[in-house]
């Protein structure tokens, strides 16, 4: 949705229309086609429909919020942050600034081109660079730290995890939290779709699909193709829970799982690490697809375990990684 081609958001459209129709068979299927029983009958339908919505709006949210484009208020605030620096410098000594600017144009030139095509190198390579404002090559352009560049989407995205082609986006820093929902929700709706069908179950549903006699008049398929499509959902969300999960907790993006050396990003306790991501953990907020309300960090520059709390290996090398 927030790609610079026309190609990929026109692709990220009906990606979502296809999705979004994916959920509407679902529960079309479980009303209609394979009516909950009369005995919790309510309780079934108000608790699937609650399951359904914060699937459905999840989904929404992680397809329509900015990943963390340069577009998006972060880096925006973050860009004129590093404008409103050099004006600072040069007024408060102007005429060091003069002098510095006249004598030093084509060094510093030469050094910020040396220095930005070493940074690419480097970026190409892949390594962890805490604190460091590195270069897109691509954009042409400088760029926050754990900031990556998405080919699809032809943007930069804020500590990028990765691109979802099921949501038409990337996963970032402002719609991470709303995938891991997402993720969250998919798989309860689909256990729930699964446990409480009804009028055929869902391993009834199976086994008159298996026992199919085609001589005779052939049984609706559509339990089967719903049971099919809830137990996919249930194993791929359910599974993708957990991995996700499991990388928040540690505070490392899918990209970052592949860097060499040790993460300086990984604060000694999970729960820290979990609230950068998704805020107060004791919020009802929590489990809803709404802003987590984080104070810091911010997107653009993240806390840092010093050196010498970290490995042996990180700590007598002077460096979190290899490039």
Aim: charged residues 15%.
């Amino acid at each position: 949705m927030y790609a610079r081609y026309a190609v990929t958001q026109c692709v990220s459209q009906t990606t979502i229309c296809f999705v979004l129709l994916i959920f509407g068979f679902e529960w079309w299927v479980y009303h209609i086609s394979c009516r909950p029983t009369l005995v919790g009958a309510f309780f079934l339908n108000v608790t699937f429909a609650l399951a359904v919505c914060c699937n459905v709006w999840s989904y929404l949210q992680t397809a329509l919020t900015d990943p963390g484009t340069p577009r998006s208020p972060e880096w925006e605030a973050w860009r004129i942050s590093r404008q409103e620096q050099t004006v600072k410098f040069a007024e408060e000594d102007p005429a060091a600034a003069s002098t510095t600017d006249s004598l030093e144009t084509a060094a510093a030139a030469a050094a910020t081109a040396a220095q930005r095509r070493a940074s690419a190198s480097r970026s190409r390579h892949s390594c962890w660079r805490p604190g460091e404002v590195t270069w897109c090559p691509d954009c042409q352009a400088d760029r926050p730290e754990r900031a990556h560049h998405c080919s699809q989407c032809g943007y930069c995205v804020l500590r990028m995890d990765h691109h979802c082609p099921w949501v038409g986006t990337c996963i970032g820093w402002r719609n991470h939290k709303h995938f891991l929902l997402l993720n969250w929700w998919s798989f309860w709706t689909s256990a729930i779709w699964l446990l409480t069908v009804s009028r055929p179950t869902a391993l009834q549903a199976l086994n008159l699909f298996t026992s199919m006699n085609y001589g005779a008049a052939p049984p609706s398929l559509l339990p089967v193709a719903g049971v099919l499509l809830a137990a996919t959902f249930a194993l791929i969300t359910g599974g993708m829970f957990l991995f996700s999960l499991s990388m928040v907790c540690r505070n490392v993006t899918a990209i970052e799982e592949l860097f060499p050396g040790e993460n300086p990003y990984n604060l000694p306790g999970y729960l820290d690490n979990a609230r950068q991501l998704l805020g107060n953990l004791n919020s009802p907020r929590l489990l809803l697809p709404l802003d987590s309300c984080r104070k810091t960090p911010t997107g653009v520059a993240f806390p840092v375990v010093p050196k010498a709390k970290m490995g042996a290996s990180a700590a007598s090398e002077g460096t979190y990684g290899t490039c």
